[in-house]
């Protein structure tokens, strides 16, 4: 793809604040960062694969020095019940009208994220709920990146803050590694060479993501799960700004 100059410094500026998010709050890098890429260049299908391998190199180098830190049991249990669901969104076999999805997952989130905003503890927790939130997250992860949150609402609970980002790094690494291989099958571009391009500015991003979560880590667990809600009401906004903004027939 042809840019101008503009276009490549705006690029840049948004893998700086997608590598940021990511390494930040162990999720949102895409969720946060493909909005403002599209606005640049409507090019979905090009973009996806970069962030995806930025996903896998860095998840992999910050999770590879801190494995120590992952919840191997939430691993299992999440991804358990989420491996046939991905697949089935990979390969795109379930056809739920996309307003259904969007109305679904938002409305979930939005539950969460407010709870947490205002530091509400839900006492009763079913685990066919967790279960459900699993199912439907890795469904929606395979068909496109609003499953993060529905996963985020049920690891946010279940883990100590200390392993929440390595843990969904490892959990992330798992499924983009299927979505890749979907790509690949698919004769889809992966765009090795913008990849490697774009690493420099993702990486300064990741390093400043790292020190935040440092320091995040320092705060008590009901302050970071207040400014996760907030986060997530954010991807919400944006995710559903996005959605609205797009032609009838493109729903």
């Known amino acids: ?14 893998f700086v ?17 493909l909005p ?15 962030v995806a391998t930025h996903l896998l190199i860095f998840s992999g180098i910050t999770t590879g020095l801190r494995f120590k830190h992952v919840d191997g049991k939430f691993l299992r249990e999440s991804l ?23 109305i679904f997952i938002y409305a979930i989130t939005g539950f969460y994220a407010v709870t947490w905003i205002i530091k509400w503890e839900i006492n009763s927790q079913s685990p066919w709920v967790d279960r459900l939130l ?17 996963i985020v609402a049920v690891a946010v609970r279940k ?9 969904l790094f490892v ?11 979907a790509f690949a099958i698919a004769g889809v571009d992966l765009q090795w060479q913008w990849s490697l391009a774009l690493l ?33 009401l954010g991807i919400i906004s944006i995710a559903l700004w996005q959605y609205l903004a797009l032609p009838a027939h493109q729903h």
Do not use: N
């Open 200 to 232: 420099i500015p993702t990486a300064c991003g990741h390093m400043l993501g790292l020190k935040f979560h440092r320091q995040m880590l320092k705060r008590d667990p009901q302050v970071v799960r207040q400014w996760l809600g907030i986060c997530l």
């Open 17 to 33: 604040w997608s590598g940021f998010v990511r390494a930040g709050l162990g999720f949102g890098g895409a969720a946060l960062g």
């Open 134 to 150: 699993y199912i439907l997250g890795g469904y929606f992860s395979g068909t496109s990146l609003i499953g993060a949150p529905l």
């Open 36 to 50: 403002l890429m599209l606005l640049v260049a409507d090019q979905p299908l090009f973009f996806l694969p970069i």
């Open 159 to 167: 883990m100590a803050i200390s392993a929440y980002r390595d843990t």
């Open 171 to 181: 959990l992330w690494f798992i499924l983009v590694v299927i979505k890749l291989l």
């Open 1 to 14: 793809m042809d840019f101008s100059t503009a276009q490549l410094v705006a690029i840049s500026a948004i």
């Open 80 to 102: 358990t019940w989420m491996i046939i669901p991905k697949l089935i969104g990979v390969i795109g076999l379930l056809s739920l009208p996309t307003e259904w999805m969007v």
